[in-house]
């Protein structure tokens, strides 16, 4: 794909954070990504916007940022006497939502009818959104102070919870390397706007419906139901990690694992979903979609240690 090859040639070591990539834009699912500053989170979002030519918007959260500074809202035009609704930054494609812990309830909650219907609310007239609409947005995990946690209802719809870690050494030094490269350029070919890609937001919409054919065999569907309702009721399947889930998985999980399923069959050139398709992003489905009661933070059980249990206490078809 050119649109791998192009996210491949700016996001250095992160090989999982651009098939996760290629997946939200593929089935039309939202993104979360959590990491320490300076994993390329922002520019992992930029780059995938330039690579579709897609308008883009960064919106950095803070505590003083109000819902009309998302959605827009209407200014009186002395002109004409009356008043003109300006359309705020979520109005674009591809929004990068940065560092989005850091504004309270109300400044999230004001995505909430943007993620899930597609469409923005104001002063009672309803706006659709973009065909091609996706909100990517990050939160820095080492900082809490300020912050307020995203409640479960906005978690719920994103579609991949991604969690970036440190490149390896010697990645890191490729890094080093392409940045005194560009630095010797005139223009840094590292760019997101730069790209050989043709790719246009229509191109991407014909993709998301190959992959919504893509083809599933019922007893892997079966297989993805057993996953998510195992977080539910864990004990059937694994006595080890009894008692450890406060709240498991919704429904909504059963779907978004198998949109990210076909869309990873489809990055790995394939027309039929496999189980590795299932399992490769069964974690990073369901770690936002599960709640842990105090039992699991005091044995020091994380969510992905149970994801990881679920999977292996399960048949694989």
Do not use: C
């Not at 995203?150 to 392409?178: C, G, M, S, W």
């Not at 005194?180 to 590292?190: C, E, M």
């Not at 599960?290 to 292996?312: P, Q, R, W």
């Amino acid at each position: 794909m050119k649109l791998r090859t192009h996210l491949e040639n700016v996001i250095i070591g992160q090989d999982a954070l651009v098939d996760r990539l290629l997946i939200s834009v593929l089935t039309g699912g939202h993104l979360l990504l959590e990491g320490p500053p300076g994993l390329a989170k922002t520019t992992a979002v930029k780059a995938i916007a330039g690579g579709v030519h897609a308008s883009f918007q960064r919106i950095q959260f803070t505590p003083d940022l109000m819902p009309a500074d998302l959605t827009g809202g209407e200014i009186y035009n002395p002109d004409t006497h009356q008043f003109d609704f300006i359309k705020g930054p979520v109005f674009n494609q591809i929004i990068l939502a940065d560092e989005i812990n850091r504004a309270p309830p109300k400044i999230q909650s004001a995505l909430l009818e943007a993620m899930q219907e597609h469409q923005v609310t104001v002063n009672g007239i309803t706006r659709d959104l973009p065909d091609l609409f996706l909100v990517m947005a990050t939160q820095n995990p080492l900082e809490q102070s300020g912050t307020y946690p995203l409640p479960e209802a906005q978690l719920d719809r994103f579609l991949l919870h991604v969690k970036l870690d440190y490149p390896t050494a010697d990645n890191e030094l490729l890094i080093l390397q392409k940045d005194r490269q560009n630095n010797l350029q005139a223009k840094p070919s590292s760019d997101s706007s730069e790209t050989t890609t043709r790719l246009t937001p229509d191109d991407v919409l014909q993709a998301r419906s190959t992959v919504a054919n893509t083809f599933m065999d019922e007893q892997l569907e079966k297989y993805i139901v057993e996953i998510v309702t195992s977080t539910r009721n864990i004990k059937v399947i694994s006595d080890e990690y009894s008692g450890f889930i406060e709240y498991g998985a919704s429904p909504r999980a059963s779907l978004a694992l198998y949109k990210a399923a076909s869309a990873m069959a489809y990055i790995n050139g394939r027309d039929y979903v496999i189980p590795e398709d299932i399992q490769e992003v069964a974690a990073d489905t369901l770690r936002h979609r599960i709640i842990l009661n105090f039992n699991a933070t005091a044995e020091g059980v994380s969510k992905d240690d149970l994801i990881a249990g679920i999977l292996n206490n399960i048949a694989v078809p």
